[in-house]
């Protein structure tokens, strides 16, 4: 770090586990979670907030964390794609993509899984349109979005034949 850097000593809750970090107040959360906490799941495509591969949860919704500084969010949950052992919700989402064969890459995959576990988590309900508003709002370049469509669909449409499937 340049001589002089201003820095500050943050405790995030991160996947219900403490982390106390060094950083600089200009340092994003996104930037934080993979090299301070070593989670790296989440993932930095366009550091705009367009692409939504860097998606976390912030006490339960989603948030695109290469736009947001990591100073302002002590006392709050933070939820990485990592955070499937303490959210079983993120575990189910997880495998329904994985079910419906909703991946290629996978640079994607982690900010569609936040996205659809943060959209559950907020009871979202919704139209077909809506649902394709709302999964619009991440980028996948390989699979044209139909298994990643039929991933969501299962999860927060659930009919009468796929009551198994509701989370």
Known sequence: ????TEHRRVTLTVNSQTYEVDIEPRRTLADVLRDQCGLTGTHLGCEQGVCGACTVLIDG???RSCLLFAAGFENREITTVEGREH???LAKVQQVIIEEDALQCGFCTPGFVVLLTGLIHMDWKGDESDLAAAMSSNICRCTGYQGLMRAARRLLEPTADS???QV
């Open 163 to 165: 009551t198994s499937d």
């Open 87 to 89: 959210d079983p919700v």
């Open 61 to 63: 919704s989603p948030a």
């Open 1 to 4: 770090m340049p001589e002089g």
